[in-house]
């Protein structure tokens, strides 16, 4: 799911986006909150309106945010409290708050309010944030309003096995839409998230949707798709195309090198995105040293594709039964 943090995959059109074959996008609880709030999104008809994008869409619940601005921030039973980067004005987000939030945003997918711990943390310390994060998903369930709208559970636990164990197996009781692993990706080596993600995704229904929050590479979205993982969303692609690279076969291609300048083929062969079928390494290499904007429109389509590719590659291996075998080197560790 590419990432629209501002009811907006940055520098890319909604029929634009289309094109890559996404699917779904994510847009932000927290930052939608501040900017443009969420009542104006309301009147609009709600963020498919609003941002013109009649696919899937999910919203986060605001958790993350927990985390990435814990220098802004006081946690309490009751929830979080922030210190605008606006204005300075003090935010209190409950679970409550976050899903009033995101039911009046209207995604089809909402995430309940959750306390991501940092690497490293405590056991104990991981601990809390997990049994927080439990007692707060209740209290999500209860201010959820609308049926039309799916309402998934996250399991916290850190790189502690047994929690994330505990956490996984308590969850699954509730029956929900769906479930996601969240916390991964804070700072932890990839070993350890590969092992959060094999101990974990067993654990909850395979009926249902699994979502892996905030991961996005080749390697990593293989192997956590052999775990059993369904969803993924990530900033790589976009992130990557405003710093001027390419994502081709999985490896990061800097345009702005040199050896660019005068290289009239695609940036990839094989891909079928507007940027590789209209244009060249030259051109993109060009567009970024005179920092034209369309470099980042046109690398931001074709790495998006790119990440949609590989899915739709993996997805076609799976019904063909020849998973394992085709994606073998993805599915190593990185040091092997």
Same mark, same amino acid.
């Given at each position: 799911m590419p990432v629209g943090t501002l009811a907006n995959v940055k520098t890319v059109t909604p029929e634009q986006?289309?094109?890559?074959?996404?699917?779904?996008?994510?847009?932000?609880?927290?930052?939608?909150?501040?900017?443009?709030?969420?009542?104006?999104?309301?009147?609009?008809?709600?963020?498919?309106?609003?941002?013109?994008?009649?696919?899937?869409?999910?919203?986060?619940?605001?958790?993350?945010?927990?985390?990435?601005?814990?220098?802004?921030?006081?946690?309490?039973?009751?929830?979080?409290?922030?210190?605008?980067?606006?204005?300075?004005? &003090? *935010? =209190?987000?409950?679970?409550?708050?976050?899903?009033?939030?995101?039911? /009046?945003?209207?995604?089809?997918?909402? $995430?309940?309010?959750?306390?991501?711990?940092p690497y490293p943390a405590s056991a104990a310390a991981v601990a809390a944030a997990t049994e927080r994060t439990y007692r707060w998903l209740n209290r999500c369930i209860t201010a959820h309003q609308r049926s039309d709208q799916a309402l998934f559970g996250i399991v916290q636990g850190g790189i502690y096995p047994e929690l994330r164990q505990q956490a996984a197996k308590t969850l699954a009781k509730l029956d929900l839409p769906g479930y996601a692993i969240g916390g991964v990706?804070?700072?932890?080596?990839?070993? &350890? *998230? =590969?092992?959060?993600?094999?101990?974990?995704?067993?654990?909850?229904? /395979?009926?249902?949707?699994?979502?892996? $929050?905030?991961?996005?590479?080749?390697?990593?979205?293989?192997?956590?798709?052999?775990?059993?993982?369904?969803?993924?969303?990530?900033?790589?692609?976009t992130r990557l195309a405003r710093h001027g690279a390419a994502l081709v076969g999985g490896e990061r291609w800097n345009l702005k090198n040199a050896r660019f300048k005068e290289d009239f083929t695609p940036l990839d062969d094989s891909c079928p995105c507007y940027a590789c079928q209209h244009f060249t390494r030259a051109y993109i290499s060009h567009l970024l040293r005179a920092?034209?904007? &369309?470099?980042?429109?046109?690398?931001?389509?074709?790495?998006?594709?790119?990440?949609?590719?590989?899915?739709?590659?993996?997805?076609?291996?799976?019904?063909?039964?020849?998973?394992?075998e085709e994606f073998a080197n993805w599915l190593k560790p990185a040091t092997s």
């Open positions: 986006l289309r094109a890559t074959g996404a699917q779904m996008v994510l847009a932000n609880t927290y930052h939608l909150h501040l900017q443009p709030g969420e009542e104006i999104v309301a009147r609009a008809g709600g963020l498919h309106s609003f941002m013109a994008w009649q696919g899937p869409i999910l919203t986060d619940s605001g958790g993350f945010q927990v985390f990435s601005l814990s220098e802004m921030r006081s946690i309490s039973d009751e929830g979080v409290t922030f210190k605008s980067p606006r204005d300075g004005q &003090l *935010i =209190q987000l409950t679970p409550e708050k976050s899903i009033q939030i995101q039911n /009046a945003l209207g995604a089809d997918v909402i $995430m309940a309010f959750d306390e991501c711990p990706s804070v700072g932890e080596p990839p070993e &350890l *998230i =590969q092992k959060i993600v094999r101990a974990t995704t067993p654990l909850l229904p /395979a009926h249902k949707p699994r979502y892996l $929050m905030g991961v996005g590479t080749y390697r990593e979205m293989a192997q956590a798709i052999a775990a059993g993982v369904d969803l993924f969303d990530c900033v790589i692609p920092q034209e904007i &369309l470099a980042y429109t046109l690398l931001s389509i074709h790495n998006i594709t790119e990440l949609i590719q590989f899915t739709q590659e993996i997805r076609a291996a799976i019904l063909d039964d020849r998973f394992v």
